[in-house]
């Protein structure tokens, strides 16, 4: 079993940076991958990155390449994402989740077991 917390969710202005960060209790987190999901008002929870279990290998969203940088601390039972160049579009609550697909990474969320309650991030123009 494995509990997750985010945290360092905000208020922002378009163009800010905010890190995110997604607590692990519970054994073996370096066992899992992790990902960022995220479901803004209105609408379905999508897809944002995923890291593997050893960090070797990530995987974002399209809308967020290039953008945002998901990265894990295994020793510290703790994954982050860096969102650089904010925009209005990236406001939403904020999901990591925890599980092990084939392949090391996964976009799809049927592949993830555990889900932390999420932090608000909203950025205004």
């Known amino acids: 079993q494995v509990q997750l917390i985010e945290s360092g969710g905000g208020s922002v202005q378009t163009g800010a940076s905010l890190r995110l960060s997604c607590s692990a209790s519970g054994r073996f987190f370096s066992s899992y991958a992790m990902a960022w999901f995220r479901q803004a008002p209105g609408k379905e929870r999508e897809f944002v990155a995923a890291i593997s279990r050893g960090g070797e290998l990530t995987f974002y969203a399209g809308s967020v390449k290039g953008r945002f940088t998901i990265s894990r601390d295994n020793a510290l039972n703790t994954v982050y994402l860096q969102m650089n160049s904010l925009k209005p579009e990236d406001t939403a609550d904020y999901y990591c989740?925890?599980?092990?697909?084939?392949?090391?990474?996964?976009?799809?969320?049927?592949?993830?077991?555990?889900w932390g309650q999420g932090t608000q991030v909203t950025v205004s123009s």
């Open positions: 989740a925890a599980g092990s697909p084939a392949g090391g990474t996964s976009f799809r969320e049927a592949n993830y077991d555990y």
